[in-house]
């Protein structure tokens, strides 16, 4: 084929997918999305993420959220906030139908064991407090609840800490079943937290099917498994039946997706094909200060949400 002829055809067979301007082919671009539109999946965002827009106040936040298309909110510190506070944030967010995503359930211990020892007085607090959570699930229309084993025992086989934390939770998951609400164990990378029992996505998994309970599942945080272990997608689907909740950050820097080194476009894409419908907690900070860090934040969740 001569040349002109080559190019003749091709620029033909660019009708639909491109235009001839001026000699050059363009790509045409596909409408946008209203900006206001709901995005894909339920990103959840935190108090403080869009506070130079839409000020301090907890309620005006949800509803500059949902004014961005935002379809969840995540709250680590909902427990300890008064009965009042719950109320209003509950009643927010029911008016803008969001849906409310984890809260931390009980005590975390950083620097020494509790569930992994086996110590009854250990254990008997982590119960009360799963039991207390119970009545915060239901005041603020929670399912899922945040769980950290604590520190590694060294004085103990990694074996005989496991078991102990099985049973911590087995027993946490009888309090829990019957209200339809679930723990979420979340491994945490040991560059930020070294020392934490629970690392990997393939313990959480195994200590998931000991316990063998609906109330008891994996939260994924990708932020903390791309620094422990990488390889997300393919840990995505081996655990995948034990995933309850994702969380997001982009790695280095725990930033918003498009900051760092994960294909987040890619791992959200996998995620929303394999029919997730649950909550994906927005937990990282503005890469950029002010309002101009919070709508760039905003573009990049339109970015990556674009599959």
């Not at 009643?91 to 950083?110: C, D, K, L, N, P």
């Not at 309850?244 to 994960?262: H, L, M, S």
Request: charged share 25%; glycine share 8%; hydrophobic share 40%.
């Amino acid at each position: 084929m001569k040349r002109r002829d080559f190019i003749t055809t091709m620029a033909a067979g660019a009708v639909g997918a491109g235009t001839m301007l001026n000699g050059t082919l363009r790509a045409v671009a596909a409408p946008a999305r209203p900006r206001n539109q709901a995005f894909k999946l339920k990103y959840a965002p935190h108090f403080g993420m869009f506070k130079h827009h839409a000020g301090d106040d907890f309620v005006d936040q949800i509803m500059f959220a949902a004014d961005q298309g935002f379809t969840a909110w995540e709250d680590n510190g909902m427990k300890g906030r008064t009965v009042e506070t719950q109320e209003k944030i509950a009643t927010a967010m029911a008016q803008r139908g969001m849906q409310m995503g984890v809260f931390v359930a009980h005590t975390i211990y950083w620097r020494e064991p509790n569930l992994a020892n086996g110590d009854p007085e250990l254990r008997a607090k982590f119960l009360k407090e799963i039991e207390e959570s119970v009545e915060v699930a239901k005041r603020v229309n929670a399912t899922w609840m945040t769980v950290v084993p604590g520190h590694v025992d060294l004085r103990l086989d990694m074996g005989y800490q496991t078991a102990n934390v099985v049973e911590s939770l087995k027993r946490a998951s009888d309090i829990l079943a019957p209200h339809g609400l679930v723990m979420v164990l979340e491994p945490l990378n040991p560059r930020n937290h070294p020392g934490l029992f629970l690392k990997k996505i393939a313990h959480g998994y195994e200590i998931c099917k000991a316990v063998n309970s609906p109330a008891c599942k994996i939260l994924n945080d990708l932020y903390h498994q791309q620094i422990t272990e990488g390889n997300l997608i393919p840990n995505i689907d081996a655990a995948w039946d034990e995933i309850a909740y994702f969380q997001i950050g982009d790695n280095p820097g725990r930033k918003e997706p498009t900051t760092g080194e994960i294909n987040y476009l890619n791992v959200f894409k996998h995620i929303h094909e394999k029919g997730f419908t649950g909550v994906m907690g927005m937990e990282h900070g503005n890469m950029k200060p002010g309002k101009e860090g919070e709508q760039a934040l905003i573009d990049a969740y339109r970015a990556v949400d674009s599959f």
